[in-house]
């Protein structure tokens, strides 16, 4: 605000002040915070970094679907690798918890697991993700 001022100080201010109307004024300081908030939130947010997730379009697609594994699952089974809760999950996909935890219990059982950690761990050697 200070250099705003000083600057309309050295732009003769009286002068200028008498032939623009206030609305003028608002709208000019208006766009300097949207500037400065547009700015802020650029620097604060720091743009997204959230990971995106690819299924791997190798060879061992054919073995994902000889496993009977649907591209959901292999998203799903991504995004555990990626440590990622059920509730994360079901953010990024736009699904239900419930609709996650069915996807993770089909993946189990096609993958003959009975934990996470065992699905991603076996997931790995074969290749799927």
Known sequence: MAALI???KALEYKYIV???SLEFYLGIIALAFTGLGIWAGIRLVGGSKTAKVEISTSPDMALAEKLGLTK???EVLALMAAGLSN???AEKLFVSVSTVKTHSSNLFAKLEVKRRTQAIQKSKSLKLI
Do not use: G, M, S, Y
């Open 6 to 8: 000083a600057a309309l």
């Open 18 to 20: 008498r032939d623009l």
């Open 72 to 74: 959901r699952e292999l």
């Open 87 to 89: 509730q994360e999950i």
